[in-house]
């Protein structure tokens, strides 16, 4: 079935585009874009109170083991002797990105992994209001690609 569908949607597109040069041009144009890297790098529009009061939230609790610019150690995919991984860096260097606000914002809350408590739950100390101002500064770090990638690929996935 799968092999089928590729030239099936292909012969069905060319049937109704064939009839309309506008549509057409308008589709190439896009792929053309796409293909030379010119569709536009999304903006971060924060506030900048918000990102500071972020940072300073997260240096009063999170930075004594994710580090105070969220850098954390260069090592964090070497397990520690006693098998478990340190912290990781949440700066844009490793995974924190390929998850989505809420699913960052539920982690923290709880903590994880679950029952193992290696990152402490934050909830009942930290209200969701102070996380999220958290997350802001945390993103306000992530580089040009990473965020893009993050914004299209996970937060607004179809
Ligand atoms: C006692 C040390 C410790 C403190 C304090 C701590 N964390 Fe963590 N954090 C960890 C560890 C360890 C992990 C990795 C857990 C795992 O996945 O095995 C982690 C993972 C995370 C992750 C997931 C990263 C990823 O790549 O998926 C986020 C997000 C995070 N922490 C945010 C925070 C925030 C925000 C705070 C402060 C409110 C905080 N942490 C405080 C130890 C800590």
Redesign the pocket.
């Known amino acids: 079935m799968k092999k089928c569908l590729l030239p099936t949607l292909t012969i069905t597109g060319f049937i109704l585009m064939s009839g309309c040069t506008d549509s057409i041009s308008t589709a190439n144009k896009l792929l053309q874009q796409i293909q030379q890297g010119q569709t536009e790098i999304v903006e971060r529009n924060f506030d900048p109170a918000q990102i500071t009061r972020g940072r300073a939230i ?1 240096r009063e ?2 930075a ?3 580090g105070p610019n969220a850098e954390a150690t260069p090592n964090w995919r070497k397990p520690l002797e006693n098998g ?5 860096p ?1 700066d844009g260097t ?3 990105w ?2 989505s606000t809420e699913e ?1 914002k539920r ?2 809350l709880k903590g ?2 679950p029952g193992e408590g ?3 739950g ?1 909830e009942g100390k ?1 209200t969701e209001q102070e ?1 999220e101002d ?1 997350l802001v500064w945390i993103k306000s770090l992530w580089p040009d690609e990473v965020y893009d990638a993050w914004y299209k690929r996970i937060e607004h996935r179809q």
């Open positions: 997260f609790n999170c004594v083991c994710h478990r991984y340190p912290p990781p949440l490793a995974h924190a390929h998850h960052l982690f923290i994880g992994p290696r990152m402490p934050w930290l996380i958290i």
